[in-house]
């Protein structure tokens, strides 16, 4: 038989899960690129591994504290906007795409590769870097919580770490969306040629925000590897798909959209992943196999993606005059 | 946030249903994961994926070997034990009764083979180039790797020798590319659409050859006939059942860009549904390499696959430069509107375009099939960022460039392991996208115009 309360409860799970709110932080910063800015970037994978890696190769091969660490990985992020950004700013939105998904797998590339495996650890990743955080922890050992939500003093910690992160980063994002910097920044979205004609710096304006949605997508990495190792098979163009999914699912041009996206996405992800798994199991749907049944995931976001892009594309939470999409 | 009533009121059935549809499709989706869902078990997408092909399948089923023979004045060396590592894959074998060991392994690229020396018998060592070596593949899925144990004499390749088996290879690879890329340039050129599904179309031909050739065992010609008409086929179904809806609403380049995507990511899992994640391969894929040009050795396969791709190639050209439709298409490639309005039916010059641009996609995805070797579900994806790299360095929307550019990345990709490690040769490839970008966006045939 099912167990549905096994279904439910690890569904209920995702809702404050690590990884929820690493995806959102990584769709809330894709936000700040595509929905309010109108970058197109396909990279954010490549600003999650530098979080990841930037953290965790400061705190292996260095020794560095937390509070170096993160500040090892937002630069290395910086330094990737802006090697991305300056050639493909002045361009237009497609070869931002091309160049940002190519050289989010680039960077996925030299952390698989066997030369620096000293370093990265090659295909088999990192581990181990979590004693710094951990060190940090105020709460006592022992474990916490109620129903589902019950888990030791580390696992509080990450989650508390992690939507803390969203939360203040999520304020910042409506704080700089309603300043003067903000409306530049949307009208560089609706049109690029009338924000230059009252003598902005367009280029400008989009440098920073590809750095700062890409330091977004780096905070993001640090939190998504927390509950697991480092693998640069995490990393593939599909994890910037995902992001991609949530962001449109909630609404491009929002600051509620990614976060709630995020929620909605790993809920039903994780509710419908248990159901087909057990229902596979006791033989409800004889023509798959388990194997099957874990691709049918990313056939079914992938039809996702193209539905909420012909018929909603401006997401739960988004104005449809707040036009989602540059032309 | 305020925004949702004004739409909830305008039309609140419908993005309601909708809205019910798409979180279904999200979920019904299933998991690779243990029953046992524990706390952080939350199904990370990316990492499963890669699980699937990589898991070390059985060896049998692998089409590339590593092979040699383990000898000591001339009497075979028995239980002398041999590792093969790289990729993420290992593997081990004990030579036989007659000093002979056979390894298969998933993938054509290089690999660490490791002679155990304590497993030698007693006074007899590797005595010249180390008992590791880096082995890699040439045109053929088989490799001799020899040892040299006590005395012997080692034969190397000279630098000269070395660069001419490249520039063959990456000719080849390059031509290949160039079958694809043409397509998509074209579509990008017709329609405006970045075509990220493109990859999809180039495993489909691979696919249907898989499932006419081997499946159905018919002979490979006609599978191969056969996978390249229904490529074409599917290029059609694509135009007149999403794109060209998709142009009469009046979808903007951006949103059409993702739904590519989206159709990319859903196309490729079905065929990972359908047909798994192993590498299975086309008949005649480990031909041996029996024809020898000098330092170069090829086989049939080779041969065949390189004399295709320039007739095609010179089919297109001719096409474009010389017919009227071909006339045609560029003059929609160079502006729709004007195009148009000298009466030509814009609407059938980009159902042609996506027609023949799927039907050479399907024949660079056999083609591929046999460079690699080896029909996998995401094959086509592995080089999209090349296809669009080639598309990118001559030229968006212009098809020679695509040639052109194609050639470069071939050349670029095989040339650039003589210097760097073989698993990072795509960086090269992509590195210099990046760079040419930055002194020469217009890519190397296109015009200077304003794309900024």
């Known amino acids: ?227 697991r190792a480092v693998v640069p098979a995490n990393y593939q163009t599909s994890l910037t798909f995902f992001i991609y999914a949530i962001l449109l699912l909630g609404g491009a041009a929002t600051i509620f959209g990614p976060i709630v996206g995020s929620m909605i996405f790993w809920v039903l992800l994780s509710f419908f992943s248990g159901f087909v798994a057990r229902a596979v199991e006791v033989g409800w749907f004889p023509f798959m196999t388990q194997v099957q049944a874990g691709q049918l995931r990313f056939i079914l976001v992938g039809i996702a993606i193209m539905l909420i892009v012909i018929f909603r594309p401006q997401g739960i939470f988004g104005n449809k005059k707040e036009l989602a999409f540059v032309k | 946030m305020e925004p949702t009533q004004t739409v909830a009121r305008r039309s609140p059935g419908r993005w309601l249903i909708l809205l019910g549809i798409l979180l279904s499709a999200l979920t019904l989706s299933g998991i690779a994961a243990s029953p046992a869902m524990a706390e952080e078990v939350s199904p990370a997408p990316a990492a499963e994926q890669t699980e699937e092909p990589t898991a070390p399948a059985e060896e049998e089923e692998f089409e590339n070997f590593f092979t040699g023979n383990v000898t000591f004045e001339d009497e075979p060396l028995e239980g002398v034990r041999i590792t093969v590592e790289g990729n993420g894959f290992e593997a081990e074998t004990e030579t036989d009764a007659e000093g002979k060991w056979r390894i298969g392994v998933p993938e054509r690229a290089t690999y660490e083979v490791t002679l155990d020396e304590d497993t030698l018998p007693e006074g007899v060592a590797v005595t010249e180039g180390g008992a590791t070596v880096e082995a890699e593949f040439g045109l053929t899925g088989i490799k001799a790797v020899n040892f040299f144990i006590g005395e012997g004499e080692r034969q190397t390749t000279g630098l000269f020798a070395q660069v001419l088996i490249r520039l063959v290879n990456g000719l080849n690879f390059g031509l290949l590319l160039a079958l ?15 075509n990220f599904a493109h990859a999809e179309m180039v495993t489909f031909g691979a696919l249907m050859v898989l499932t006419f050739g081997v499946d159905l065992a018919l002979p490979i010609w006609i599978a191969i006939a056969i996978a390249i008409v229904l490529s074409a086929l599917l290029g059609w179904v694509l135009d007149a059942g999403l794109w060209k809806p998709l142009r009469r609403r009046g979808v903007g380049l951006i949103p059409l860009m993702i739904v590519s995507i989206g159709l990319s990511l859903a196309l490729r899992y079905t065929y ?178 304003r794309i900024g």
């Open chain 2, 180 to 194: 694809a890329a043409i397509g998509l340039s074209l579509i990008f050129g017709t329609t405006g659409l970045s």
């Open chain 1, 1 to 227: 038989m099912i167990d549905w309360i096994t279904i439910f409860s690890n569904a209920a799970q995702e809702l404050i899960s690590p990884t929820t709110a690493a995806y959102a932080l990584a769709a809330l910063g894709l936000a700040i690129h595509f929905g309010y800015t109108g970058l197109l970037n396909f990279g954010q994978a490549g600003f999650m591994a530098l979080g990841a890696y930037g953290y965790a190769i400061s705190t292996l091969s260095f020794g560095f504290p937390v509070w170096a660490a993160v500040l090892v990985a937002i630069g290395a992020s910086v330094i990737f906007a802006l090697i991305l950004g300056i050639p493909t700013l002045r361009l237009r939105a497609d070869y931002l795409a091309i160049v940002t998904i190519a050289a989010a797998e680039i960077l996925r590339l030299i952390f698989t590769t066997n030369t620096f495996d000293a370093i990265t650890g090659s295909a088999t990743g990192l581990q181990g870097y979590k004693t710094g955080l951990a060190a940090l922890n105020p709460i006592p050992p022992g474990t916490y919580g109620f129903g589902p939500f019950t888990y030791n003093a580390f696992d509080w910690w990450i989650r508390i770490v992690g939507w803390t992160l969203v939360v203040l980063f999520a304020l910042l994002t409506w704080l700089i969306m309603r300043s003067p910097w903000g409306r530049v920044i949307k009208g560089i979205r609706e049109d690029e040629d009338a924000v230059r004609a009252l003598g902005k710096n367009v280029y400008s304006y989009k440098m920073q925000s590809l750095i700062l949605g890409g330091v977004y997508g780096t905070f993001a990495g640090m939190i998504f590897i927390m509950p």
């Open chain 2, 272 to 449: 990972q549904f359908i047909y798994g994640g192993g590498t299975q391969q086309l008949p005649g894929a480990t031909a041996p390499s029996d024809i020898q040009l000098g330092p170069i050795s090829l086989s049939w396969i080779d041969i065949a696959s390189m004399t295709t791709s320039i007739v095609v190639l010179v089919a297109v050209a001719y096409f474009l430069l010389r017919t009227r439709i071909g006339k045609a298409t560029r003059a929609v490639a160079d502006n729709a509107s004007l195009a148009a309005a000298s009466g030509i039916d814009v609407d059938r010059v980009i159902r042609i375009v996506w027609v023949s641009g799927a039907a050479l996609a399907g024949l660079a995805g056999v083609l591929w099939a046999y460079f690699r070797p080896g029909v996998s579900w995401d094959m086509g994806f592995q080089i999209l960022l090349l296809i669009f790299a080639a598309v990118v360095l001559g030229g968006l929307g212009t098809a020679f460039g695509a040639l052109v550019g194609s050639l470069i990345v071939g050349l670029f990709i095989e040339m650039s392991t003589l210097w760097i490690p073989s698993d990072m040769k795509y960086v090269g490839a992509l590195v210099v996208l990046i760079v040419v970008l930055l002194f020469r966006p217009q890519g190397i045939l296109g015009r200077r115009e």
